[in-house]
């Protein structure tokens, strides 16, 4: 049968992943996907900078043009990352009659709509199982696999950098700082981690997974997130004496109408609620997601027919994203991916009206750690405070004094675990703490994932 051409844009850490699949495994690959996978271009802006052994040099060139208007391309996969370049690639490899197969979740959760819009237009695909959890494939799962369930839930750890950080705070003590300079050391994290620490990252994911699951185009401002980078190794120890581990999680609920349910009419016919969020959360320590260690991701979805179900493995790196692109390449050969991209009509604008709910509205449980004057009426100020924005307290945690040369007075770290509350009277009555003069600002605080 006659070859699948490709045009391989990017040959960095995961192009060069993929490259290798191509040239090492091609009478495997060609068996599954019913043809030869013919890597044609490799399009790089330095064909001179060193590269690994396997890739062959007659294959790298710099004309984008001549690789995407190659009769013989029937795909393009973008794994140059970035975003706005990225996204003149793929409109153009579209507007050239090639499908799309890339690995890139911020382009996929800023540009989504005009991207599926233009693949739409031109009549190709656009497949992207590599942009969220690497080498778990989460996307089929959700687009094949559980398409005959209303998802209720998608809970996750996303980021495998802030994974890696949060296991070494938590198992050897480490401190921020010293186990982030060691995932740099490791690969794990980029010499500027400022998109994986901030919750960034696991955003842009959690928008495209809410695409799929939920059928909602989500403005990425939309997600309130929350990251890593100022986590104190104090707040990880009274978590562990709690008996409870913090992990950076990216988190997403559905609610259908109470109308549709009452009356019988289709769930995604007549819209409901969705609440999401990225944040440290505080869960029990042997909950399956606080077993997840080191590198790692892990998605827990819940489905109204199958129940729960966990996703487990590497999340980032060479081979396993590497693995999803390959994937794609095979479900593109097939013809599956195609057929995907129209029954799906992700990005569209034609699905149920979902309201995304205001954060504020979300009810939790808190964990809140403050740094309070040892002295009397000190608890009495604070739990006024609470009251009056309808806090209850659960449990209380008051640990000897913490010596600052500084201060005149001991400062005592107190630890509330609250009642279920609504966020925006947490946030309001944590503000009005801050404000106590027994207390040092600011106060710590993450939600309980009971």
């Not at 057929?339 to 009206?353: M, V």
Request: hydrophobic share 45%; with cysteine.
């Amino acid at each position: 049968m006659e070859p699948y051409g490709i045009a391989l844009v990017g040959c960095g850490t995961v192009g060069s992943g993929v490259a290798k699949l191509l040239l090492e495994h091609p009478d495997r690959l060609a068996a599954r996907a019913g043809r030869p996978l013919e890597l044609r271009h490799i399009v790089v802006h330095d064909p001179a900078k060193p590269r690994d052994s396997c890739i062959p040099r007659n294959l790298l060139t710099t004309d984008l043009r001549s690789a995407i208007n190659d009769p013989a391309v029937q795909t393009v996969v973008e794994v140059m990352g970035g975003i706005e370049q990225a996204k003149r690639v793929v409109l153009d490899t579209l507007a050239a009659g090639k499908h799309v197969v890339t690995a890139n979740k911020a382009l996929l959760a800023t540009h989504g709509a005009e991207l599926f819009d233009a693949g739409r237009r031109h009549d190709r695909a656009i497949a992207f199982e590599g942009a969220v959890a690497g080498g778990i494939p989460i996307i089929g799962a959700l687009c094949q696999g559980l398409a005959a369930n209303q998802i209720l839930s998608l809970q996750g750890i996303l980021n495998g950098t802030c994974n890696y950080i949060l296991t070494g705070m938590t198992e050897n003590g480490q401190r921020y700082a010293d186990v982030l300079r060691e995932a740099q050391q490791k690969g794990y994290a980029e010499s500027d981690p400022t998109l994986d620490v901030d919750g960034t990252d696991a955003a842009h994911k959690l928008a495209i997974l809410v695409q799929i699951a939920f059928g909602v185009a989500v403005p990425f401002d939309a997600i309130r997130r929350r990251g890593i980078a100022e986590l104190d190794l104090l707040d990880v120890r009274f978590a562990k004496e709690l008996g409870y581990t913090i992990k950076l999680l990216a988190e997403a609920w559905f609610e259908p109408s109470t109308r549709s349910q009452e009356s019988g009419v289709r769930a995604e016919e007549s819209g409901g609620k969705l609440a999401l969020h990225v944040s440290p959360v505080m869960l029990r320590q042997n909950s399956p997601l606080a077993l997840v260690r080191d590198a790692y991701n892990a998605l827990f979805v819940l489905g109204d027919a199958v129940g729960s179900t966990l996703y487990y493995g590497r999340g980032a790196g060479q081979m396993p994203t590497a693995s999803a692109v390959v994937a794609d390449l095979i479900d593109m050969a097939v013809g599956r991916a195609q057929q995907t991209f129209r029954s799906l009509k992700l990005w569209s604008g034609n699905h149920r009206s979902i309201v995304v709910r205001d954060p504020n509205t979300m009810r939790t449980r808190f964990y809140l750690r403050m740094m309070v004057e040892d002295r009397p009426g000190a608890m009495a100020d604070i739990t006024r405070v609470l009251a009056e924005h309808h806090i209850s307290i659960s449990s209380v945690i008051q640990h000897e004094a913490i010596e600052h040369a500084d201060e005149d007075t001991e400062i005592v770290p107190l630890i509330i675990m609250t009642h279920t509350a609504a966020t925006g009277s947490f946030l309001a009555a944590c503000a009005g703490i801050d404000r106590l003069a027994c207390v040092r600002p600011p106060s710590v605080y993450f939600p309980v994932g009971d």
